[in-house]
Each structure stands twice: as C-alpha cells, then as structure tokens.
C-alpha cells in the first residue's frame, strides 16, 4: 500500500502466509455425539432448544479462527523539501506501477514502486530530475511486539519478529541500491544523502510451510530472493515485471468511451457518480472493471495464498472478520471473474486451498456426522479450519460443494482432462461421498434433506435450506458428468443420480416466489444482503428460462431483494439481474455499488470496512452483462455452449467494445456495438467444440476447429 505522503511516506507491507495461530485442528472430539439429538429437536420444531445445544457441543475448538496480520511498514522521510506543488499519485493498471511525482525545490521528484511477482520483491525507486538531490531516511519496523529491526549489511536492513509465542516467524530484508550520494545504514534505518537516484528493493518470508508445518528459516528465504538479483538494474527488474503482469492483464481490453469526468481526481468522479449518476462516466465502469482483474493478479498467483476477504491488503492486527476465507459466498466471489475474464492462471491459489481442506475436512466429517468424503463450513483460515465457528449460523455444511464448482467451472473452461482426473474429480467425488452419507430423510415430504444447516445468512439452524440442496445437487450432477468423462465409477455415479432424484426439489412458495427454505414462511420484500436461494440462477445455472415457472419465481425472490446494502451484495445482484436479461435493474445495481460501496481508491466497503469481493462482484458482473455462456443438452462425454453475446447491455453504454472474454468450452469472444446493437463478433476456438451464438433471437450454429478464429457482423453473418 503506497500512501503517497510528501515528506513522511508510509508503505505499508505483507505477506500472505502472516497469520496468528499455528497448525491446530479445530474439531470438537465430541460433537458427533449431540448430531442424532440435535436432529431430532429440529424435527419437533424446537430451535431454540437445538440452538442452545450446537452452541454448547457443535462448535469448533477455539470457536473462532485466527486473523490474516500485517507484515510491517517503510517510513520514509524526505529531507529539505519545502513548497511542494504540482502532486500527483496515480496507480497505472496497464502496467501495475504506483507513482507519485511533484515539484520542490526546482526538481521534479518522481517515486515509482511495483511488487514483482517474478522477482519476489517490492521495488521502490525515487528519482529527481536534477542530479544530487534526493536525501531521506528511511525506517522499517512491524506492529507486531515481537519484532526488531537491525542493519546486517552497509546496504541492508533486516527486520525480523514472530506474530505471537510458538506461532509464525517472520523476516524482510531491505536492500538499498544509490546512483550518486552517499548511504549509511544502520539499525535505527537508512540514511540517503544527495543521491541522483536510489532503489529500494524489499522482500519478505514467514516460517510457513504448510497448515500442518511452520518449521522454515524466513532469513533463508528473503536472503536467496536478493542474492537472486545481485547486479539485476532497476531496468531489468521493471522489464521482467512488465513482461509477467502485461502476459495476463492484456487479454482482455474494454471500451465504453470517456467524457470529460474521466479527467477528474478519482475522489471527484465517484462523488459526481453518487450525485449524478454513473451514466455520465462510462469510462469509470471500465476501470472498476480492470481495476478487479489488476486485484486478482495482484492477489492470487501460483505458489501463494488464495485471495482472502481483503485480497492481502490489510494493516489491522484485528481486521474485520479476521480477514479470512469465507465461503458462503465472499471467497467464491472473488474467483468469479478468473475463468470469463482470462484470468484462468489466477485459480491456482484457490485450487491448493481446496487440497488441503480435502483434508482437514476428511477428519470434520468423521468426527462430526460420522460420514465418509470432506466437509467445510463457512470459514476456513491458514490452518485449513473445517468445523463450523462462531455461533451457529456456522453450522451450514455446504461450503465443500460450493467450493467443487469452481473446479468443474474450470473443467468447462479449458477443457483441461488432467485437471479433472487428477485434482477436481477426487474432490468432487468426496464432497459428494460426504453427502451421500449426510443427506436424511424428511419425515413429512420423503425428500433427502440437509440438517441441521442455515441459509446464510438469515437464521435459524433449520432442515433443509434450498440453497444447500442447491449446491449438492450441483455436486452431484457434475460429480456424474465427471465420472462419464473420465470412464470411471460407474456404480458410483449411477448411485449419485439416484440420489439427485430425491434431493428436495427448488419450491415455488405461494407468494410466487422461489422459497428459501424446505417450508414456505419467506416474508415478502426481505431486503436481506444474501441472496442464497438464488444460487442457482448464478453463479449455479439450474434455474433458465427453460423453466418460465421457476424462472419467474426466482426473479419475484429478487425483485423482493431489493437494492444491495454491502458491496459484495450490490455485486451479486448485478449478476442475477443479467441472468434474467434485466439491463435497466442490473445497471442500477451497479452504479450502486460504485457510487455507495467504494472508497476513493475504488476499494469496495462491507460495512465500514475495506472487503475485496464486492471489487472481484463488480467485475464478474460487468463481464455478465457483456456476455453468458452455459451448456445446452448435456451429453455423457460432450456439451455445447449456448453463448449469449450482450444479453444484457445497460442502455447507458451505446457504443464500446471488449476484447478477450472466455466462453465455456474454451471459447474467446470479441464483440463491438454502436447504438446499442451488435456490429461485430470475432471467436477464437481453443479446444474445437461446437457452440450455438444468441443474440437478440438470433441464433447461430457453429462447428469450430482448434486454433481457428471465426468472424461474424451483427446479424451473426460470415464476415472475412
């Protein structure tokens, strides 16, 4: 986080792996002793009664999580400067460099920082355009009390600590590189005198080497990170920078066009928005747009931490909801965009937390149901947690099947077989083996039911949520396409769709809406932040038109929703108003969102506080009103994508254009539209599969070959 300060700067630091805690197993020894009771009170219709004993012996152990931590803090002070004019601080999305120039002094000073994810370090570098003129000191230290900093080199400094007794060990390193000038270092900071230029490059290591395993040397890793770049020039490390981030963030590009706002200090232009609208900026879509797919390369790349709920940018040693995984929704969320906005690569962090939690959740579901597979609750943290926490809405046991779609969806996206031999099907056959032996009867119906559980996030601990039969339903169905297309288990998948057939069915309540849970007592206009039952119309897609009746009861339960409160709310009534092809309420739900729910660097709010997945939502939703893809008539070993192209484009936007969409089957779609309409369309097939394009009751059947591009105008006509 680079403030921006003249003369006091702070950068603030981390790294994903700090987190309090050690390796621990939260499960209660006991609980699956009280699940055959607990069962019983909620069939007698006594809650409270069930309530009071979940919270007394079905809870983990502690009952809440750790938090993520901030690493530490860069505090720079300039030396001289004085009548400071001319500021400006911007954040470049196309390149992923914060800058900072101004002009003091006669010199036109200029501070360019980038954390580098090939190099695995954070550059800084302060320049002025006057040779000898930049003189600072520089301190590093940690809010952590168990820390100290000291120089263990002329050109370095090392500040080194432990977040608590018997938990994660921590150590950065700052290397000081001048043009000019003179440097000393020692452990009260650096000091930087009369330099033409000077680079700071930082990097950082924890102990950690797996939830079960915290026995790493951080000195060792951040000195091998630096001998790594010996003689490496500032040059070299912003090409190869450029080069990793511009690989990924250059698949996609989008215009909406621009008016003079875009002009405008950022601060400026979403205060005109929460004024005037958003219609005036359309530019300001599009970089709330980018900005979420810059977030998600920023937060989630191979080798490290899932993007958690402040992606990895938190300075709070208590920071809201311990910023940790949760999986009702939030972590889900922020991968939303990875697969439809060429971001696949992105996903490799969640994939690894899904192993692990394979894992834990194998003992949670032995120890709590007495079931075979994995489960996960609502949370998890570093240490792979599984048990539900808190109080008892985390007693919902269906984040492990929710979790299992993201690694279908990748499956559907890039056609990957390996992946789905030899990472999603085995999750995906555990998830389902859990159910298997979870699901009971309910007395009254004969239907398969899930209990005890909770419809997030609205109580009470209830039988049956339509959201959890949902979700394994979801799990199952695709637990058995899997199974077909990998010639496998073939007993076993023929058990799953048997038992698919007696879930609880999605119910139409006798307001005409889509019900919430397994009894019809929804309060019509329940304006409630989560929209749990609607799952199925997305991010699921078992609710379609091809079922007008559920269809229009799930768009009455939206309607009934309301405006969006949080900003991850807001973004997940953007995407479900898309699916149901409404512009003009999804527009709105959007600007929202932009105008209520983001703080002046677009960082989206919960509450008062900074929560990533509402930027993650807002992109997802964007690419949802610009193009839908879903599987029509799915075969044992084949499907074809029905594309949607511009299903739902807000009026607002007229003319534009994007680039770089992904389509299921390995599919990428560039479109451009003038006047509201269709002009052209470009797919690029990457796998070879057939697919249907949709637009505006136009249709349009199309064999595709690997590698091929296919061009069409706005009438879905072969154009050269």
Not at 65 to 74: E, V
Not at 356 to 363: E, R
């Amino acid at each position: 986080m680079v403030f921006g300060g003249v003369p006091e700067e702070r950068i603030q630091f981390n790294e994903d792996t700090l987190w309090k805690g050690q390796p621990h197993c939260y499960d209660r020894p006991d609980a699956g002793k009280f699940l055959g009771e607990l069962r019983q009170l909620l069939r007698e219709g006594q809650v409270e009664d069930a309530e009071r004993l979940a919270r007394a012996h079905f809870l983990s152990d502690p009952i809440r999580q750790k938090a993520y931590q901030p690493f530490g803090d860069l505090r720079l002070h300039f030396i001289g400067l004085g009548n400071v004019t001319d500021y400006h601080r911007e954040l470049d999305l196309d390149s992923a460099v914060a800058r900072v120039t101004y002009h003091a002094n006669d010199v036109t000073f200029q501070h360019e920082a980038f954390a580098s994810y090939p190099d695995q370090v954070i550059v800084l570098r302060i320049t002025g355009n006057q040779p000898g003129h930049v003189s600072l000191t520089l301190k590093m230290d940690s809010p952590h009390k168990i820390s100290q900093t000291k120089a263990i080199a002329p050109d370095t400094l090392a500040l080194t600590g432990q977040v608590e007794e018997g938990g994660v060990r921590f150590e950065s390193r700052l290397r000081v590189l001048n043009t000019g000038g003179r440097v000393t270092t020692d452990d009260q900071g650096i000091t930087v005198e009369k330099a033409d230029a000077v680079t700071f490059l930082l990097t950082a290591a924890t102990s950690f080497k797996s939830f079960q395993d915290i026995s790493a040397d951080p000195a060792q890793r951040c000195a091998a990170v630096l001998d790594a770049l010996n003689r490496r020039s500032f040059d070299a490390l912003r090409a190869a920078h450029f080069a990793d981030y511009r690989r990924l963030f250059e698949r996609v590009s989008f215009n909406l066009g621009s008016t003079a706002r875009a002009a405008l200090p950022l601060d400026q232009r979403l205060q005109k928005a929460e004024d005037l609208g958003l219609a005036g900026d359309p530019a300001l879509a599009t970089l709330c747009f980018q900005f979420g797919r810059y977030l998600l390369i920023a937060s989630s790349r191979s080798g490290g931490q899932a993007a958690n709920l402040q992606g990895i940018w938190n300075d709070l040693l208590t920071p809201p909801w311990e910023s940790k995984w949760t999986t009702n929704i939030n972590l889900e969320m922020n991968y939303w965009p990875a697969e439809v906005t060429n971001l696949t690569e992105c996903n490799g962090p969640l994939f690894d937390l899904i192993d692990d939690l394979v894992v834990t959740g194998h003992h949670t579901a032995r120890t709590y149901y007495g079931c075979s597979g994995w489960v996960l609750h609502h949370n998890t943290d570093l240490w792979r947690a599984t048990a539900p926490i808190n109080n008892i809405e985390g007693i919902w046991p269906t984040g492990g099947a929710w979790l299992c779609d993201h690694l279908w969806q990748h499956y559907l996206f890039t056609g990957d077989k390996e992946f789905l031999a030899h990472r999603a099907y085995p999750a995906m056959k555990g998830a389902s083996e859990f159910f298997l032996d979870f699901l009971t009867k309910d007395p009254k119906t004969g239907w398969l039911v899930s209990t005890p559980s909770y419809s997030p996030e609205q109580g009470p601990l209830t039988i049956g949520p339509t959201l959890d039969h949902q979700l394994i339903r979801a799990l199952m169905e695709h637990t058995v396409q899997a199974a077909g297309l990998l010639d496998i288990d073939h007993d076993f998948a023929a058990k799953l769709s048997e038992v698919c057939r007696q879930i609880a069915p999605n119910q139409i309540g006798r307001y005409d809406q889509l019900q919430e849970w397994l009894q019809d007592i929804d309060r019509p206009n329940n304006n409630h932040r989560h929209m749990s039952p609607l799952w199925a119309l997305y991010p699921g897609s078992d609710i379609t038109p091809a079922d007008p009746l559920l269809f229009a009861a799930a768009k009455k339960l939206l309607t009934w929703r309301g405006d969006g409160s949080t900003g991850w709310s807001y973004a997940w009534r953007i995407t479900l108003w898309a699916r149901v092809y409404d512009s003009d309420e999804a527009f709105r739900q959007l600007s929202g969102l932009i105008s209520h729910q983001m703080l002046p660097n677009l960082f989206d709010q919960c509450g008062k506080w900074f929560q990533i997945d509402g930027n993650f939502g807002a992109t997802a939703g964007i690419a949802e009103l610009l193009l839908q893809s879903q599987l029509v008539a799915p075969g044992r070993r084949e499907w074809t994508p029905e594309i949607d192209l511009l299903p739902a484009l807000p009026k607002d936007w007229p003319t534009g254009s994007v680039t770089g969409l992904c389509a299921r089957t390995g599919i990428e779609v560039d479109m451009a539209w003038a006047d509201g309409t269709l002009t052209r369309v470009v797919l690029r097939s990457k796998l070879g599969t057939p697919c249907r394009l949709k637009y505006f009751g136009r249709t349009l059947d199309l064999e595709t070959e690997a590698g091929r591009e296919y061009r069409f105008d706005g009438c879905l006509q072969p154009t050269p």
